[in-house]
């Protein structure tokens, strides 16, 4: 008997052993209810942080609830939101590929699907659909993922992969509402009967009541007329992001469309905002011949030549569209011209553009902005100062008062000028304006206040999420330290 006792003494112990060590670990691993209380309190400390735009403090906040408690998601998608509000969506990537491990799979995917929307809002289809991917191989049921590859196959013209990720079960509430929603664009294309009947299959509700009402109405109104059905199915497409549905319901229709100009605008349209530029081109030059629409026609043109690299065709589709428009000109249009022509150095021109347009809207406050700009570019300070003084006459609001005290303040600060009072209206309009802060510690620099200004200058960065004043902010904090 002790001969037998012996023999499973070593496993007895072995047992012993494991049992402790599982023990030790789940106790080790266990949270306490003051670690939760501690971090909850940390993640509160970093959404204050980020409300108030001091986003590398609640970036520490958010790590030191990490510490406290790694395997809770909050912290992760603190840290996730602040990166994608600041752009840095690769930085982003890389937090839930390396520090997010200890995080189970299903919160690691919904991190994943936070990038991979990240990238899809900036155009990258291709690195959107790695992310989601990468979160649906983790093995997890997460339907919001599944919704978000689906709209990204949709957008990359693969249909049938779309189809089936929007017909998967397990779709719940307003997700359900734009899966189905998807469902049925996809099978308007060539069935509107069982479009309609995809469409009313689920009761809609908050904001996607207005999606369903709106396809809804379009699929109501179809009739006999094949071409205007399929440019009110496009314009719906278009307008939603998903250009391969509107070249599958006008492309067949090309060749009989010669006479029709919205639908071959929508399908030039259209395989602009798909990528196929060198179409894009070619049906917009086919709908220009047919008269109207000009203006959308050649500003469409202009930009598919920007993404060729065409330039100088470029220019003369922007110059066509502005001419047409006269002086109905869209503004964006205009502005988005001028900051192409500078871009390229073609500094005059664009000079020469915006006094020819100041012509035809004298007062017009935006154009007086763009005047500044473009002489300002052109190191011609007399003239900016004139176009600044007629500002202070017209009446300005919103974007184009705080514009107006930007360059204001930016060129008295050059000349040595009193600032004073143009700070205290810039700072009462916006309180989080990155060049209040950058020309802040540039009058701190002048004064021998070097703390200071790197503070200042360490806020102009944190507020500036277009990245207007960050490369000068930084170049100056460099030479402070």
Request: proline share 2%; aromatic share 10%; no cysteine.
């Amino acid at each position: 008997m002790k001969k037998e006792l012996k023999k499973y003494i070593p496993w007895i112990i072995l047992l012993l052993v494991i049992l402790s060590l599982s023990l030790w670990y789940v106790l080790s691993r266990r949270v306490t209810q003051e670690q939760l209380e501690l971090y909850n309190e940390r993640v509160e400390e970093a959404a204050t942080h980020a409300e108030a735009r001091q986003y590398s403090v609640a970036i520490e906040k958010y790590y030191e609830a990490v510490d406290i408690v790694p395997k809770k998601v909050e912290a992760y998608e603190g840290i996730v939101s602040v990166l994608l509000l600041k752009n840095r969506i690769d930085d982003a990537k890389q937090v839930v590929e390396k520090s997010a491990k200890p995080l189970s799979n299903n919160d690691r995917s919904i991190l994943y699907n936070m990038i991979g929307d990240a990238y899809s809002d900036v155009g990258k289809y291709r690195e959107a659909f790695d992310m989601y991917d990468a979160g649906l191989v983790l093995g997890v049921k997460n339907m919001q993922l599944e919704l978000s590859l689906g709209k990204i196959f949709l957008k990359l013209g693969d249909i049938n992969q779309a189809k089936k990720q929007f017909q998967k079960q397990g779709y719940e509430e307003e997700v359900k509402m734009e899966a189905n929603l998807l469902l049925a664009y996809i099978y308007a294309v060539e069935d509107v009967s069982n479009a309609k009947k995809t469409l009313s299959s689920v009761k809609p509700s908050g904001s996607m009541q207005v999606n369903y009402e709106e396809f809804k109405g379009v699929l109501d109104s179809l009739d006999d007329d094949e071409k205007f059905n399929a440019s009110k199915l496009a314009r719906i497409y278009i307008n939603n992001g998903y250009p391969y549905l509107a070249i599958l319901v006008l492309g067949p229709l090309k060749e009989n469309m010669s006479e029709y100009l919205e639908g071959m605008y929508f399908l030039g349209r259209a395989y602009f905002d798909f990528g196929d530029y060198e179409k894009a081109i070619e049906t917009l030059d086919r709908a220009l011949t047919l008269g109207g629409m000009e203006t959308e026609i050649l500003w469409t043109k202009a930009r598919a030549y920007l993404m060729d690299n065409d330039l100088d065709n470029m220019v003369k589709s922007y110059d066509g569209a502005i001419g047409y428009a006269g002086a109905e000109v869209n503004s964006d249009l205009v502005k988005e011209y001028i900051d192409i022509l500078l871009d390229n150095k073609q500094g005059l021109k664009a000079n020469e553009l915006v006094k020819d347009l100041l012509l035809l809207l004298p007062d017009e406050p935006y154009l007086n902005l763009l005047s500044v700009k473009t002489h300002y570019n052109l190191n011609e300070s007399v003239k900016v100062d004139f176009y600044l003084s007629k500002l202070e006459g017209l009446e300005l609001t919103g974007s184009d008062e705080k514009e107006y005290l930007q360059w204001k303040i930016m060129v008295l600060l050059e000349s040595d000028g009193d600032v004073d009072e143009y700070m205290v209206k810039l700072v009462s309009i916006d309180k989080f304006n990155p060049y209040y802060n950058l020309f802040l510690a540039q009058t701190q620099i002048k004064d021998n206040e070097v703390e200071l200004a790197i503070q200042s200058l360490e806020k102009a960065i944190e507020y500036d999420l277009e990245y207007e004043v960050t490369e000068e902010a930084r170049k100056l904090l460099s030479s402070l330290r």
